[in-house]
């Protein structure tokens, strides 16, 4: 079975610049999460959605922003990029209903210059 | 708010000498505590979900319990590839939604 799949793997833009970052959950599941990792911090929650929905939000400002396809796939976008946002993005998936474990995929790793 | 404390941040092990990381959390209605393990510049592994106070699971030389304070994961005999960043998360109330509130992580090391 195929796990979650990000891509890019890698990224590299210019402060004010955007950038969009696309994940693939694992077949049947419907929930997609959106955390960051920067350097030397913990993964800190970013979007939940689940059914093409967003679900739940943490405290990040609204130039990150996202959706989810019909197919469940899922799309992160960041716009106005500032140099703090280099970091690396990870999508998780869950079953339906969002209490299920979450697997990972690899990450994007976002560079902003 | 949920807040999860991992400790230590740095561990050092001779292979075979086992140890214990520790995870301490404050949340309101735990509906699941994660421990992930992840390789540097690679995505979190799951590796054990713990949901009451007094459950145990094991996998391989890895063993989690959770009480209803704090979660172990003890490693016993550790090798070389057992070498990663531990990472101890956990799922609140219904007002935190489905999100998963991580801790920093330790850092584990193996040597030969």
């Known amino acids: 079975e195929a796990g979650v799949t990000q891509s890019p793997t890698h990224l590299i833009k210019t402060r004010g610049q955007q950038a969009t970052l696309r994940c693939s959950p694992i077949?049947?599941?419907?929930?997609v999460y959106w955390y960051q990792q920067a350097l030397g911090l913990g993964l800190q929650f970013l979007l939940w959605?689940?059914?093409?929905?967003?679900?739940n939000r943490g405290n990040f400002p609204p130039r990150f922003s996202g959706r989810q396809f019909p197919n469940y796939s899922s799309e992160l976008n960041v716009n106005a990029l500032e140099l703090e946002d280099s970091a690396l993005y990870l999508c998780?998936?869950?079953?339906?209903?969002?209490?299920?474990?979450?697997?990972f995929g690899p990450g994007t790793r976002l560079l902003v210059l | 708010e949920d807040q999860v404390t991992q400790s230590p941040e740095a561990l050092r092990l001779q292979e075979g000498e086992s140890s214990s990381l520790n995870c301490s959390y404050t949340?309101?209605?735990?509906?699941?505590l994660f421990w992930y393990r992840q390789d540097p510049g690679k995505g979190p592994e799951f590796l054990f979900t713990?949901?009451?106070a007094g459950e145990e699971k094991e996998k391989e030389r890895l063993k989690a319990t959770l009480t209803k304070k704090e979660s172990f994961l003890h490693i016993t005999a550790p090798k070389p590839e057992d070498s990663a960043t531990y990472l101890c998360?956990?799922?609140?109330?219904?007002?935190?939604?489905?999100?998963?509130?991580f801790g920093e992580g330790t850092q584990l090391t193996v040597n030969p």
């Open positions: 077949s049947g599941h419907t929930s």
């Open positions: 959605y689940d059914e093409g929905e967003e679900r």
């Open positions: 998360a956990v799922r609140g109330g219904e007002t935190s939604g489905s999100r998963l509130t």
């Open positions: 949340v309101s209605g735990l509906r699941g």
């Open positions: 713990l949901y009451s």
């Open positions: 998780a998936s869950s079953p339906r209903g969002g209490v299920q474990t979450q697997y």
